[in-house]
């Protein structure tokens, strides 16, 4: 079985945010549930003052941190789903452990204040237990893989678009969205992708276009002491996260 | 006219009528909570995926806490042989029982799913999480809880059983707050709780929190008054247990400020910046480590601590200020964005939302419910015979009013 990788050039993300859309668009995300985001930092000062920002979807970890923690086992690693890590819907408690236990946020309680109003679960309430009905939603929907509009009172994550990933045929190195045969199976974010900077494929596999790009261009994991050893692999200047500084702070540095 | 006095103030009528205040207070926020749950669900929070766990969570952190710090004390008589405690032994039990549940209950209002858990936790036994051993542990602590209340109820001070039980209700106990500890302490990507020694800060935290309630409702049920308390238990509140107290409350601030200077002198924004720019920030969690700790903790070190209002007075700021801590220990480990860039580009600001305060103001209504309960019907301030004050303890005080 495939274990699949994804690797972001930032050399060649525009920041655009096109992914998060297509992201959102592809698995019905709430505003600010953004399973994938652009993180925009500013880091440094005048006369060397730099924008950086990082593209951030779930690393989908080798030894995720949430998995561990989680205790109903709803989180779960599935080594033959591509060592995806997914929430089950029908054992999540809502304890909300997982999201103190990811060290790259980006798990999501969509029972919550909303980020914008006015709110859109009330403009198209849930029907059949999920949180809100949108009018088109995407067909797939496999709760015991976090896949689809989540019921209330559960954890939602990135998928790596597992529902199109696993039609994906066996045994193949890359899923390249020039690719007319594979293109279907791509995730959504890699797809949508203008500048081409996302590459989505085995990391168990030597042929890899991925592995190749993480050993030739240097791929780093972000938050790599964490030890949580991310699937996710990032080329290019720009993978150095700023610390956190308030605001007010900032000058000091 | 001639009235009855009870020598226990709750089993007359000011039981009845806080009872009444109690229940008052419990159903007027069970009835909020649940309307805002059912209705509007968890946007009725002010928590968010950034800051997830709010004042629900501390809230059940400072039940827990003060149930295990009683079971604790009241293994000092019942498995240590620190007979001096006996007085208060049974209250203890009874107490932990009471917190444990009501802690118990907010925690479950705060849950997505708190009915699937029921079956999701034992089916799927996840072992490797410490949030699986706090459940499984504060089960066994409630359970071996009532099985010790009911043999002191039967009058089993010294029994091998009780002290069996007894045993094994305290390693209970260690074992429950230590992995509600490690829930936090082992949370390496949350720098300011990562703390191998926070299992002793639990406990220890956890006892002062207890004596605090202990002290305050004690002296509540004798109504405010020593004269109707039995010799053993003026001699306890005379002696050995305001130095507890004190012991107990100086090893708070000195573990608070070991955290503190080592937070602080750390490089590390996400602990120093929580120390610097939110705790210290704060004017409530300053008031609590000066009025509700340190001030109660100087007055005790005085002969002034044998007094009763100044042990009411320490017991009652030192509740407020550890509930404080635990507010602000619980969002303390959040309040830095975890990893979002510039679209947080400030410490989290959290303030609990009015449903969050009912689901406190249930968690200190019900306790205080079962404690009423149990002042009433269950003779909480029993000790083994030889102890008991037969010139004062059991009869009712005949005056006139």
Known sequence: MAKWGMVIDLDKCTGCQACTTACSMENNTLPGETWQDVLFYNAGEYPSGQMKWLPRPCMQCENPSCVHVCPTRATYKDPDAGGIVFVDWNKCIGCKYCMIACPYGVRFYADEKPLIEPDIRDVFPGENAQLWSPPYQSPDEDWRRGIGIQPKGVVSKCTFCYHKVKNAPEGIADLDEDNPDVKEYVPACVRTCAPKARYFGDLDNPESHVNQLIGDKHGVRLKDHTGNKPQVYYLGAGAGVPAFTPADRENDA | ?401
């Open chain 2, 1 to 401: 006219m001639t009235t009855q006095l009870h020598k226990n103030a709750l089993q007359g009528p000011l039981g009845w009528g806080l009872l009444v205040v109690a229940m008052a207070v419990l159903l007027v926020s069970l009835g909020y909570a649940l309307s805002q749950i059912i209705t509007n669900g968890h946007t009725s929070f002010n928590t968010s995926s950034a800051l997830p766990w709010g004042q629900p969570i501390a809230t059940y952190v400072f039940f827990a806490l003060g149930s295990s710090g009683l079971g604790l004390i009241a293994s000092l008589p019942l498995v240590f042989g620190f007979k001096q405690y006996y007085p208060i032994a049974k209250r203890c039990v009874f107490l932990a029982f009471a917190l444990l549940i009501s802690g118990m209950i907010v925690l479950a209002l705060e849950l997505g799913h708190v009915f699937r858990m029921l079956w999701v936790i034992p089916l799927n036994l996840q072992v490797q999480s410490a949030m699986f051993w706090m459940g499984a542990f504060y089960a066994l602590d409630l359970l071996f809880l009532l099985w010790k209340f009911s043999k002191l109820q039967g009058g089993h001070w010294d029994s091998k059983t009780a002290k069996q039980v007894g045993i094994a209700s305290f390693i209970g106990v260690l074992l429950a707050s230590g992995n509600l500890a490690l829930i936090f302490g082992m949370m390496s990507m949350r720098p300011f709780w990562f703390d191998p020694l926070m299992p002793v800060y639990f406990y220890v935290t956890g006892i002062t929190t207890a004596v605090a309630i202990l002290v305050l409702l004690t002296y509540l049920a004798y109504g405010f008054s020593r004269e109707r308390m039995p010799a053993a238990l003026i001699a306890l509140s005379t002696g050995s247990l305001p130095k507890l107290f004190a012991a107990c409350l100086g090893m708070t601030l000195l573990f608070i400020t070991a955290r503190a200077i080592t937070g602080l002198y750390s490089n590390n924004p996400e602990i120093n910046v929580v120390w610097a720019d939110y705790l210290f920030k704060s004017g409530v969690y300053i008031a609590a480590l000066l009025i509700g700790l340190l001030l109660p903790f100087i007055v005790l070190l005085s002969k002034l601590r044998n007094k009763m209002s100044i042990q009411i007075l320490a017991a009652f700021l030192v509740m407020i200020a550890m509930f404080v801590e635990r507010l602000y220990f619980v969002v303390g480990g959040q309040v830095v964005p975890l990893f979002k860039g510039t679209w947080i580009p400030d410490l989290i600001s959290y303030i609990p939302s009015a449903t969050e305060w009912s689901l406190t103001f249930i968690g200190f209504a019900l306790c205080f419910v079962i404690y009423l309960l149990g002042e009433k019907f269950l003779n909480l301030g029993d000790m083994p015979n030889k102890m008991l004050d037969h010139t004062t303890a059991r009869k009712p005080i005949e005056t006139t009013a």
